[in-house]
């Protein structure tokens, strides 16, 4: 068996997942995971599948179906990684929403070398005074040998200058 990562962007309107779906079975095809969302106004995800080798052209064939009816499907294997072997967290942000948040915090990981394997981001109007609030949900993956209290302290050294505050706890493997 093959397992690919359908990456999805179309206008977004009613019946795109069902098609998708339809596609995905049409081949023989198994829906195996998937993150689908409206984003800017777009339909947009990615959807894990696990297919017969030999049906992968079948595949290929379904979505470019999809793809002809507004919905642009990309295709690329999916590569099995395994669990990372440092401890799993999940990261919680909020603030005043403002241009470089994402850019900091991402910094900060980086330098230590901590994995982001998920990353959710969302601005709301603060319930008061209708002020943009800017919210981060990041599940992180920390290398050997790096303790949680290095990340907090990477994280607390960019908090006051971007003015938010973080949470970090530990995360359930998934």
Not at 13 to 30: C, F, I
Not at 92 to 102: A, C, F, N
Not at 139 to 157: F, I, M, N, S, W
Request: net charge negative; glycine share 10%; hydrophobic share 50%.
């Amino acid at each position: 068996m093959a397992s690919v990562i359908l990456s999805v962007v179309g206008s977004d309107r009613p019946g795109l997942t069902e098609k998708l779906a339809a596609a995905v079975l049409g081949a023989g095809g198994n829906w195996l995971e998937s993150h689908l969302s409206r984003l800017g106004g777009l339909y947009v995800g990615s959807v894990r599948v696990e297919v017969d080798a030999a049906r992968l052209e079948a595949l290929r064939e379904a979505v470019a179906a999809v793809d002809a009816q507004g919905l642009e499907v990309r295709i690329a294997p999916a590569v099995d990684a395994g669990a990372g072997a440092g401890e799993a967290l999940q990261l919680s942000l909020v603030g005043q929403d403002r241009p470089g948040i994402v850019r900091q915090v991402t910094a900060a990981l980086s330098a230590l070398e901590v994995n982001i394997e998920a990353f959710d981001t969302k601005v709301t109007a603060e319930p008061h005074s209708g002020a943009p609030l800017f919210h981060l949900e990041a599940r992180l993956r920390l290398p050997a040998g790096l303790t949680v209290g290095k990340v907090q302290a990477a994280l607390e050294a960019i908090s006051g200058e971007i003015l938010v505050d973080t949470t970090l706890s530990p995360a359930t493997d998934a």
